[in-house]
């Protein structure tokens, strides 16, 4: 009897996981080119407020400016390219930069040059601007000068969250991060499957039900979702949902009377090494026993994630395969590889 042999498709090269060429193609053609969440609204709540923030290996300001508005602009002064700013976060009337004494006023703009008799410099009379947009309180950055609004890449992602009424009474409560023994991109595919989930993940696959887990594909995003085992179908659209949006974020949802949310940004570092940070959004700061329990929940899956993907990384720099294969119900993976491929090969 003849036997039918599956037709495998393939994932990424293992090299684009290693790498050093491809990483920094990477940092070019997709990070300084993408709508990235830099932090959230609650970090600048005053005037005078802000946080730094880098994305491949671009340094930045985000801050709130006498007019109430906020404003990203690269950390680097124009006089010399010396980096301005070297608190994470705070409150300043103006920033200094220590080289040589130039200030800055919270939009960016030249405030005073000691060497200079004029503050009339041309282009170098203001920190270097950089697109902004905040969406549901969320403070999304885009490198590129002539970046298209947010809506046009991330539109379908922006209309999902409408649903959520509460996101924009949220605040950033509570921060922990981690450097990661593993390339991004690793990271992410982690994230777009549950087939690991059962063996990996023993207390999550008990909180839902892995019989009826799924993940759904969108324009730029995708969403993963499923009942929790302890609930009926009546409670069936107050599922959690895990939102993975291009390139590098994860947001999770939890809706309900004590609606909150959780982000998790990956930014690369190297192309074995990623930091990830991970952050928590509450209507108080007070966090309740309920809340605290889903905060020991999450952080107990991410660490199992963590010892899975930095495994992973030492496999990539074998000779044993070239690439791997998606299995069937690997195709959230499968699009993200797609997505990537486009960009890179974009000009």
């Not at 990070?31 to 946080?51: C, M, P, Y």
């Not at 705070?90 to 080289?99: E, T």
């Amino acid at each position: 009897m003849a036997t039918t042999t599956q037709t495998l498709e393939y994932t990424l090269p293992y090299k684009n996981y290693v790498d050093p060429k491809v990483f920094e193609e990477e940092k070019k053609k997709i990070f300084r080119n993408s709508w990235v969440l830099a932090g959230h609204t609650s970090q600048v709540e005053k005037i005078g407020d802000f946080f730094t923030f880098d994305i491949a290996d671009q340094p930045l300001i985000i801050s709130r400016d006498k007019n109430n508005e906020i404003n990203a602009f690269y950390n680097i002064c124009p006089h010399r390219g010396s980096k301005v700013e070297k608190s994470e976060s705070g409150n300043k009337r103006v920033f200094m930069c220590q080289y040589h004494g130039w200030t800055f006023q919270l939009d960016g703009k030249l405030n005073k040059a000691p060497n200079f008799n004029t503050n009339e410099l041309g282009k170098h009379s203001c920190m270097t601007k950089v697109n902004l947009e905040v969406y549901k309180g969320m403070i999304f950055i885009n490198l590129d000068p002539a970046a298209k609004p947010m809506a046009d890449t991330l539109g379908d992602f922006m209309k999902d969250l409408e649903k959520y009424t509460f996101l924009e009474s949220l605040k950033k409560v509570r921060v922990t991060t981690r450097v990661i023994e593993a390339n991004w991109k690793a990271v992410i595919d982690n994230y777009l499957e549950c087939d690991h989930c059962k063996i990996a993940h023993p207390e999550f696959s008990k909180t839902f039900d892995m019989k009826n887990y799924y993940i759904d594909l969108h324009d730029n995003f995708s969403c993963q979702y499923s009942k929790m085992t302890s609930k009926t179908d009546e409670d069936r659209e107050e599922h959690a949902n895990f939102y993975w949006v291009w390139p590098n974020l994860m947001v999770s949802i939890y809706p309900g009377e004590d609606g909150n949310m959780t982000t998790s940004q990956i930014l690369p570092l190297a192309p074995d090494k990623s930091l990830a940070i991970y952050s928590y959004y509450f209507k108080s700061d007070e966090i309740s026993k309920e809340n605290e329990e889903l905060i020991r929940f999450v952080d107990q899956v991410r660490l199992e994630d963590f010892d899975l993907v930095e495994i992973l990384q030492k496999g990539f720099d074998t000779q044993a395969f070239e690439r791997g294969i998606y299995s069937p119900t690997e195709y959230a993976i499968k699009y993200f590889h797609r997505r990537y491929e486009e960009e890179m090969k974009a000009d």
